[in-house]
């Protein structure tokens, strides 16, 4: 082998000594134990109702159990935790529990969250395509192909309550789904009086109270469900004026007939015209006659673990201190909801909801916030996605993401919320760190060649909104607003940063003391005077309108969602996220203890020796030079 090949293979050598030190950092059996572990899924005590009410939690675990084939109904709210509309309906719904919960013999008052990863398979079969969603489930319920229980058409409570009486009325049962609590709905006939009330009746029944119930009205069958726990009594409903006569009613100020064994009638009059007001006349007059009810039915509360108030505290405080900090561990949670949640629960994608869904998963590869192995995941799913031409199930998209994600594992720095967390489980989050996410795309956008569309970031987020965002109300809020802002109009990318930052201060500006507002976070305009003082023009004023400096806004949202700015605080698990500059450098000064000043210097004295021993082989090579033989005693001349 000549001198310039053992030169050049010395060379190679030592360039390989130096990668394979360079990668050394992580030893491969540590490696290896880090990318088994799958990522835990968040544990964000999600739900808008707790042991203080007398909703009914359902799960998957229960569903099936709880609702499906029983004898008696279920009243059921499909409902997503993020979702403004639900959380302002959520005390309403807490009402028609509490109120009705005498009620639940006969019919429960239940809720499922559909924002829990579990309840993906539950609110996907059930084709739930807005929140909240209010069904009736009547006693033995079986799921069929377009029957998903009766809809309930509104959040009225009193408009509920007369419909779900209504309902189970008209179920019509006594006893062929063994309930024994059923009550008789039936109008009480003609050919009945007061001693015929009593033919077929269990002995228990030791009075009949014959309610009058106007048209249009549910008063006497809301009666005989508040009085479900006196097995002495039996309510019957009247509405002939000729019957109603017979039991001696006079529905202006004596409306109820409480009748007897023998025949004989006591006259009530209700305080006010209402089941609970009906219901207490009646049990007054059955406790004067020593009847009482059976033990009450308790509520059997789902308990929860109680919160770690003192990390919820310590984070809490590190986002006052740093209000207009961006956060990691937000993106990647908005990231991993729209994905396992959000997109997951849908029953069928196809047609404009698909092509938005690609539309989605295109931008998101394009400025992805994870780390390597999250970029890889998107990628792979972008591709799944796209193969589609005409329809994807949401249990197609949901197999192929898990996966993927067992594939990859881990995926997810952070399994909670930093900057979203709110004081109450209940509060931000989602909403929050979505709102964060397309705005870090569009600055990403803004600061990137790869695509001259203005409208690739909001297009996709218009079009996830549109098709995929679980809150119903705030979807359609969005809606008319981007068309009244004309979002279809703006003109260039960083005039895209720009309308997304109006847009959500017009929002901050509709919410601002909204029952979904947290204490903690009032809604204001952002930036706010001490975040960014230059970005105002005017001090803003409690009846002036702000005038902004746009130029300083730009400027300032591209410096805080800058990637090299974005926090890390709360990042339970750093090392999958890409090294930051200061990473890299500490790691660069730990390994061989140079500055980089030293690093250069001593590359270039290397380069240098190499040609100084290049250009000596050479030298001596041209001129011939041969050395002289000489004796050995073994062989010979050599």
Known sequence: MSGAQLAVLAVNLLLMLLLRTANAGIPLPAYQAVMKQQSPPEDTELGLYDNSDKVVKLTVS???????????????????????HCRRFAPTYKKIAEELFPWSEVVIVAAIDCAAEENNGVCRTYEVMGYPTIRYMGPGFQLNEGHFGQYLDTQDEDEIRFLLAGLVAAENLTSSHNNSYWPNFHHVAEKESPSSLFEGLSSLRQYVAVVHEPDNSTLAIETALFLLQWPGVQVRRVTDPATAAKFKIDPA?????????????????????????????IEKEL?????????????????????????????????????????????????????????????????????????????????????????????????????????????????????????LSPVYSSTHFVGCAGSSPRLRGFSCSLWNLFHFMTVQAANNEESQDPLEVLQAMHGYIKNFFGCTDCSEHFQAMASR?????????????????????????RLAGDATEDPEFPKIQFPSPNSCSECYRTQPGKNLEVEWNKDAILGF????HNPLFISRYGVQREELLHPTEDKMRQKRQISNVFTDMDMRMGMLLYAFCIVMMVLAFKLFAFKGYRKKPYGHDLLGKV
């Open 253 to 281: 100020s004596h409306p109820v007939s409480l009748v007897d064994r023998k025949g004989e009638i006591k006259l009530l009059s209700p305080t006010t015209a209402s089941g609970e007001s009906y219901a207490e006349a």
């Open 557 to 560: 949202l591209k410096n805080i």
């Open 485 to 509: 802002r004309k979002i279809w109009s703006v003109p260039n990318k960083e005039e895209a940063v720009l309308w997304l930052w109006a847009a959500h201060n017009e929002v901050n500006q």
């Open 287 to 407: 406790r004067k006659k020593n009847i009482t009810p059976s033990p009450a039915k308790e509520h059997l509360p789902h308990v929860k673990p109680a919160a770690k108030a003192a990390d919820k505290n310590a984070l809490i405080e590190e986002v006052h201190r740093n209000k207009h900090f961006v956060y990691q561990a937000d993106l990647e949670q908005a990231i991993r909801t729209v994905l396992h949640n959000e997109v997951s629960k849908v029953n069928e994608i196809s047609g404009d909801r698909l092509l938005a869904l690609q539309r989605f998963l295109v931008v998101l590869q394009r400025y992805n916030p994870l780390g390597a192995n999250g970029h890889q995941l998107v990628s792979r799913l972008k591709d799944f996605v796209v193969q589609f031409n005409t329809q994807l199930t949401g249990q197609q998209f949901e197999i192929e993401l898990q996966r993927l994600e067992a594939q």
């Open 62 to 84: 229960n569903f099936n159990a709880t609702v499906v084939d029983q004898n008696r109904a279920s009243l059921v709210e499909f409902y997503n935790t993020y979702c403004g």
